[in-house]
């Protein structure tokens, strides 16, 4: 089940870095002329910080890299949300190395801007270096198994009165009582008469 959710999650990175990467990308790449006019510049060569469309497209890919990381780290989430989009950009582009033409056609929406901004990034080489980091955890062995339960890994939970034990057996906490008055024995050579 928890594969299954994978496959979801791996839909839901692909489109966010189909859309929200390739739009965000295509908006903040802006390559200058040889003559330096202020036009080509991002933000008109002003202030980058009071510019709503860079301000936006920077949001866009901080959103679509926060979540390719969380699905990167997070140990509980199937290896497949990451690493099947991970094997798709690192397809195109290695299809790319030896049909320019051919995975390039292949980009939908191309005269749009996400499609645009996704042919940039696969030209640029980004989409091919995402792609090596998304497919890490394809290759982690310990991520392909469930998590297990702290009762199934030998943790037991102590009853109430009793002391708790790792799982070497040792106790964590002794039984810190003080002694009552039967468990102590009088001093020897002193008798019980305390008017003496």
């Given at each position: ?61 901080a959103a679509t890299a ?88 030998g943790a037991v939970p ?39």
């Amino acid at each position: 089940m928890r594969h299954l959710y994978g496959i979801g999650l791996a839909c839901v990175l692909s489109l966010a870095v189909f859309f929200a990467g390739g739009w965000g990308y295509l908006r903040l790449l802006r390559i200058p002329v040889i003559n330096g006019a202020v036009s080509t510049l991002p933000a008109g060569g002003g202030e980058l910080l009071h510019d709503r469309t860079v301000l936006w497209a920077f949001t866009a890919l901080a959103a679509t890299a926060l979540l390719a990381g969380i699905l990167v780290a997070v140990r509980q989430v199937s290896p497949l949300a990451p690493g099947l989009p991970g094997l798709g950009l690192i397809g195109w582009t290695v299809g790319y190395g030896f049909s320019v033409r051919q995975a390039v056609r292949y980009v939908p929406l191309r005269h749009e801007a996400f499609g645009a901004g996704f042919e940039a990034m696969l030209m640029n080489g980004v989409l091919g270096a995402a792609g090596l980091a998304l497919a890490v955890p394809l290759f982690i062995p310990s991520r392909w198994r469930a998590p297990r339960p702290a009762w199934a890994r030998g943790a037991v939970p102590a009853a109430h009165g009793q002391a708790e034990e790792s799982s070497a057996g040792v106790s964590l906490f002794a039984d810190r009582r003080l002694p009552d008055e039967a468990d102590t024995a009088p001093y020897p050579g002193v008798s019980g008469d305390p008017s003496r």
